[in-house]
């Protein structure tokens, strides 16, 4: 089947696209309002963007209303954000965090997961995440849309702080991605979780680049 976007005229009874661009990862994103209470929400609008300074960024739609979304706000005006890897095991958890609710209250406590504070940004960290990234805010890019929530805005910031438990680092010195069973989102209500992993090097004889996909030092 072919459709233009414009005219979304798919003819299905779901709309196919959110399940188009799939396994999605979903960076669960904590921040600090000017009022200093804490934010927490999932974005499965996000990626890495490059590694030498890392960079990562999450794409938040408008709220109903219209307004921009908390974590956007708060992105902006403290200057800072967290990143923390969603997982298996935290699902409900990541669920209950993306419930439309007033600034002012803490998301932590709603979706009932511990904040350890993190070493260089002021937001929290979600204690029982596996990895969080302590991020600087960089950029937001404003992209117009259709309708109230279509207008979307990319929050892009920089990575200044990794941290990973020390539980999932295997002995080869690779992470162990199995241990820790991130989520991503495959559009409709569906989900999937990495249960499996299959290895595969780039060919031919340029080592330089093999070694940087692999990781190398
Ligand atoms: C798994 C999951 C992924 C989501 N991904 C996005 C996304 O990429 N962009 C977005 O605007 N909203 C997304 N949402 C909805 C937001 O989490 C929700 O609007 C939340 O209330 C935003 O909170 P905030 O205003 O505190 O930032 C997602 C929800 C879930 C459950």
Redesign the pocket.
Known sequence: MFYEAKRNDHGLQFDPFKSCVVP?P??W?S?LSREGIP????????QNLTFDPPYVM??????TDGS???????AEQCGEFVYNM?TYDLREA??N?????P?EVD?FELAGVTKIPSKIVKPFRVEASPIQFECRYHQTLRLPGNGV?GT??VVIGEVLGVHIKDEFIMPDGKLDILKMRP?G?LGYYD?TSIESIFEMAIPGPNEDVRSGMEGRR
């Open positions: 999605r979903i960076g994103i921040t934010n927490l929400a999932p974005y499965s609008q996000f999450f794409a938040a739609n408008q709220k921009r979304k908390d974590s956007v706000v708060n969603a990541v669920n965090s993306s419930q439309e609710v600034p998301e929530m979307v805005d989520i989102r989900y």
